[in-house]
Nanobody
């Protein structure tokens, strides 16, 4: 059982930056591809970014490409999402997820951290 805890969300103005963190426990961290998803009010949860177990591969949704960066520190069992040039449409509850198979349905989810971007 893998336990994921997100942190770092908050209320910021447009064009500001935030860094989200997700601390994992209870499993072999490098065995999991890690990803960030988000869900805005009234919308379905959507993929944001993912990273392979060794950190060598990263993938992004078109809506965040060039603004967001996913990274992981396997020594700290933590994955990060650096978010720059934030827009009001980035407002959402951001979830961390762990997947045994890269791109597969996540096996574990965190509880989410709220990001609100004001215009």
């Amino acid at each position: 059982q893998v336990h994921l805890v997100e942190s770092g969300g908050g209320l910021v103005q447009a064009v500001a930056s935030l860094r989200l963190s997700c601390a994992a426990s209870g499993g072999t961290f490098t065995s999991y591809a890690m990803a960030w998803f988000r869900q805005a009010p009234g919308k379905e949860r959507e993929f944001v970014a993912r990273i392979t177990g060794n950190g060598g591969g990263t993938y992004y949704a078109d809506s965040v490409k060039g603004r967001f960066t996913i990274a992981r520190d396997n020594g700290k069992n933590t994955v990060y999402l650096q978010m720059n040039s934030l827009k009001p449409e980035d407002t959402a509850l951001y979830y961390c997820a762990a997947s045994v198979r890269l791109g597969g349905t996540p096996n574990y989810w965190g509880q989410g951290t709220q990001v609100t971007v004001s215009s």
